[in-house]
């Protein structure tokens, strides 16, 4: 079937500047959606915010936890992922990291960051975890989490993963394999909680990757999205929908431009007073 006129592809004169800042642009723009998430551990009787963020090793179960999240990623450049303002030996050489077809997850942790001696409050940590909608805890605390453990005007929400073996009720459970999780979400008092998890859950060790992935990544967007529409913006879209946008764009800008020429051609050959 023929196109029609209208969308047939159209010549881009790369010599015109708003050609080459369209293309600019739309360059830019990445071709999946970035997500970046936060990841704190909170060991055995730790209970502030300080503790956290001082971690600078994980226990054998939150490292078992990390291998479930994504893969081993390299922060030097260039990078494979995008970085989320974290910077090479900065805020340490590598990271976690997952991607599909249209949505990455890069993980900011705690423990893959140095941590400053003198610094009490370890502010470079907590200026990137605390610059993300969603923080991931890893509690082995044996106390329940709550929100205001880790105080951010930006995170909103927190999902909640401790040990559900038996073992890690009567001993801090760093040394012991657990097959069971206990998984929860939880968001600031002013914040809506439309999780599947909003109330406790108790997943298996093969699906509790998957699960905090899909999670996280549903949390980030409804928080992103609920960011820009109280600034005033109708919607957020994602990158394919931004990038889309912008060839739109490029396209009506083009075929005004093929008009005007064309208006122009038959102005300047007008035959119709010898007609």
Aim: hydrophobic share 35%; net charge neutral.
């Amino acid at each position: 079937m023929p196109l029609q006129l209208s969308d047939q592809p159209l010549k881009l004169n790369l010599s015109e500047d708003y050609v080459r800042r369209a293309i600019t642009a739309i360059d830019r723009i990445p071709p999946v959606d970035s997500h970046g998430v936060g990841v704190l551990l909170a060991k055995n009787g730790q209970n502030t915010q300080e503790e956290y963020l001082a971690n600078d090793s994980g226990t054998q179960s939150f490292d078992d936890f990390l291998k479930l999240l994504g893969t081993r990623v390299s922060l030097q450049k260039p990078c494979r992922f995008e970085p989320h303002q974290m910077e090479y030996e900065v805020d340490g050489k590598e990271t976690i990291a997952w991607r599909d077809r249209i949505n990455e997850i890069v993980y900011k942790i705690s423990t893959f960051m140095p941590t400053v001696e003198g610094d009490i409050y370890q502010i470079q940590k907590m200026g990137l975890i605390g610059n993300c909608n969603v923080v991931i805890v890893f509690n082995q605390s044996n106390q329940p989490w709550k929100p205001s453990n880790y105080r951010s005007e930006v995170v909103s929400v927190h999902i909640v993963i401790s040990p559900a073996n038996r073992a890690s009720v009567q001993k801090s459970s760093d040394d012991t394999d657990h097959d069971f999780y206990h998984l929860e979400v939880l968001t600031k008092e002013d914040y809506q909680n439309i999780s599947a998890a909003a109330e406790k859950k108790v997943v298996s060790k093969a699906t509790l990757g998957p699960l905090v992935r899909m999670l996280a990544l549903n949390a980030n967007i409804f928080a992103a999205t609920v960011r820009s529409l109280a600034s005033g913006q109708t919607e957020f879209p994602s990158s394919w929908r931004a990038r889309f946008q912008e060839i739109v764009r490029l396209r009506e800008r083009t075929q005004q431009r093929v008009h005007d020429n064309e208006d122009s051609l038959a102005r300047r050959y007008d035959f119709s007073r010898w007609t």
